[in-house]
């Protein structure tokens, strides 16, 4: 039962990284933004947020670290794809490559690193209770925030003006302009909200989950992140539940390991991906269902006067 616990606890672990950069982009593509700079975006927060608790001995100073990083190139893209018209796949897709070479030339110095020990962190009066206690309430607060910040979103996309706004651009962008709203304005703001979070999701990655620094150590979180957008059909609440569903396939083999169970590590290690691929091809076989919940305008260029 005990190691049945720890697996519970190691995926809302590993779900929060994927949860936190999966909300991010999708306040990119309710917008209409697609972000394919996701892994790059969230590899320099991971050694900006990694170096700043180096320096400093603080996670918030590391978590702000991350989040500047990722907002910074998230700003950088949004200029581009927004006011430049480039092309939002071939974009993202240098940004990803720039952030994977810049970060691993940064991070060199920092390789062999350790950041201070952090206390144990647990909720009172939970945290003792049998098998409940360690699967659920011996997290770091981040882990909870995730949860909160899932709720705050839907209550922001669904019940706030400002989330109506910002969905109606990405539904029909035309129509949005020819009633005065700053349509390139809101993306932009919308673009680097979203590539904060992915900055917060690389920085936990490399502070709190494995606190260390390792070159390309986001390991394809970023890609499995914009996969689970599709997944969770743009939807916040399904993208925590897809974020946690992942982070316990990618954990489920650890711990097959640990109780004894021979399978080969080349295919564990595919596992996250394997699944990635087979619930997306699940989804698009019914694609009036993803017609129905994806944003009209996604990925496509507006031009203001046009």
Not at 21 to 42: D, R, T, Y
């Amino acid at each position: 039962m005990e190691s049945w616990a720890l697996l519970v606890a190691a995926t809302l672990n590993a779900g929060t990284v994927l949860a936190i950069a999966s909300l991010g982009l999708l306040i990119n593509e309710k917008a209409g933004i697609v972000n394919l700079g996701a892994e790059g975006m969230m590899l320099c927060a991971a050694i900006a947020g990694f170096a700043a608790v180096v320096h400093t001995g603080s996670d918030l100073a590391g978590f702000a670290a991350g989040m500047a990083a990722g907002g910074l190139l998230a700003l950088l893209f949004g200029l581009l794809v927004i006011w430049l018209n480039t092309n939002q796949y071939a974009t993202g897709l240098a940004v990803s490559l720039f952030g994977a070479g810049f970060s691993a030339f940064v991070g060199v110095g920092y390789v062999q690193e350790k950041i201070p020990e952090r206390p144990s962190f647990s909720v009172p009066g939970l945290a003792d209770l049998p098998w409940i206690g360690p699967a659920l309430f011996r997290h770091h607060p981040l882990v909870y925030l995730t949860v909160l910040l899932a709720l705050a979103l839907i209550l922001f996309l669904y019940r706030t003006r400002s989330g109506l706004l910002l969905r109606s651009v990405g539904e029909s962008p035309e129509s949005a302009h020819a009633l005065g709203y700053p349509v390139r304005r809101i993306r932009l703001a919308a673009v680097v909200a979203g590539g904060a979070l992915c900055g917060l999701a690389g920085a936990y990655l490399s502070v709190v989950y494995t606190p260390l620094w390792v070159e390309g150590m986001v390991a394809g979180k970023g890609w499995i992140a914009l996969a689970l957008t599709t997944f969770a059909t743009w939807r916040p609440a399904r993208v925590l539940l897809g974020a946690y569903l992942f982070g316990g396939v990618t954990m489920l083999q650890f711990h097959l390991q640990g109780i004894g169970i021979e399978v080969p590590s080349q295919f564990l290690t595919m596992l996250p991906y394997l699944s990635t691929i087979v619930v997306l091809a699940l989804i698009s076989r019914n694609p009036q269902w993803i017609r129905v919940n994806m944003p009209a305008s996604i990925g496509k260029p507006f031009y203001p006067g046009h």
